[in-house]
């Protein structure tokens, strides 16, 4: 038997302006406070949300999942834009580990 207070957001995405990774990651950040589907058709990302705690209203439920998937994509962005560098201090830090053995 299903608890009307705990009913289905849904969330939709462009997938051209969306990465789905992001989604992803933040579905899983979800946990504990309620559950992600995501599907995909016609070029967009249908995100349904269920909360799992009876207290969480569906507003709050759905700007939190927003919130996720902002912050998500903000770490994509700044993970594509230190990559190089990010490579550089490994590279430095085995090599003098190289040469020290």
């Given at each position: 038997?299903?608890?009307?207070?705990?009913s289905d957001i849904t969330v939709d995405?462009?997938?051209?302006?969306?990465?789905?990774?992001?989604?992803?990651?933040?579905?899983?950040?979800?946990?504990?406070?309620?559950?992600?589907?995501?599907?995909?058709?016609?070029?967009?990302?249908?995100?349904r949300l269920s909360p799992t705690r009876?207290?969480?209203?569906?507003?709050?439920?759905?700007?939190?999942?927003?919130?996720?998937?902002?912050?998500?994509?903000?770490?994509?962005?700044?993970?594509?834009?230190?990559?190089?560098?990010?490579?550089?201090?490994?590279?430095?830090?085995?090599?003098?580990?190289?040469?020290?053995?």
């Amino acid at each position: 038997m299903s608890d009307p207070s705990l009913s289905d957001i849904t969330v939709d995405f462009s997938a051209s302006m969306q990465s789905l990774g992001a989604l992803r990651e933040a579905a899983y950040r979800l946990i504990g406070h309620g559950a992600c589907q995501i599907d995909e058709g016609n070029g967009r990302y249908i995100c349904r949300l269920s909360p799992t705690r009876p207290q969480l209203q569906g507003g709050e439920l759905r700007s939190h999942f927003l919130n996720l998937v902002t912050d998500e994509n903000l770490r994509e962005k700044v993970r594509s834009e230190t990559d190089r560098l990010r490579d550089v201090i490994v590279a430095l830090a085995f090599g003098s580990l190289a040469e020290e053995q």
